[in-house]
């Protein structure tokens, strides 16, 4: 079997790179975005990645909730998680009621229109519902 020639074989391993490169398009998710509903009125949360385990984004929202999601991608091992988190306001300070936590992988950019499921929270105090939805945003720009 014939060796191929030293000066051919930079140009096949960049053919080879640029095969793996278009032929498998990058699914990195750039952000979500949570359908937010409460009181009859939707809230659209665009969250964006971000490696700073702290960096929330934040709505107040009618019946006294608030809600916070996340996209944490871990500096270590650039995995993405989104993080959502739901407060009721009780006696003037907000009380963490529900958090849920979703690995962003391929299958996330795949997958139907609610990719992360319908959450549903209640607050017994004010007889009042939220519900939620997130779906990846991914690196193509096309949301699932």
């Given amino acids: 079997m014939p060796t191929p020639s ?3 074989m930079p ?3 960049g053919i080879f790179a640029a095969f793996v490169c278009c032929a498998f398009p990058a699914i990195a998710q750039d952000a979500a975005v949570c359908e937010v509903k409460v ?5 659209s949360v ?12 934040t709505r107040d929202l009618e019946g006294g909730f608030r809600f916070s999601a996340q996209v944490y991608q871990d ?8 993080k959502t988190f739901t407060y009721h306001q009780s006696k003037n300070r907000y009380v963490l009621v529900h958090a849920s936590e979703s690995s962003i992988d391929a299958a996330s950019c795949q997958t139907s229109k609610n990719a992360f499921g319908l959450q549903r929270v209640y ?15 991914c690196a193509t720009g096309s949301s699932q």
Avoid: M, W, Y
């Fill in 39 to 43: 009181s009859g009125t939707e809230n």
């Fill in 6 to 8: 030293p000066s051919l």
């Fill in 75 to 82: 500096p270590k091992t650039g995995q993405s998680k989104l």
């Fill in 123 to 137: 607050s017994h105090k004010f007889e009042r519902e939220l519900s939620f939805s997130c779906k990846a945003v």
């Fill in 11 to 13: 140009i096949t391993a």
């Fill in 46 to 57: 665009e969250i964006k990645r971000s490696s700073d385990p702290f960096a929330l984004n």
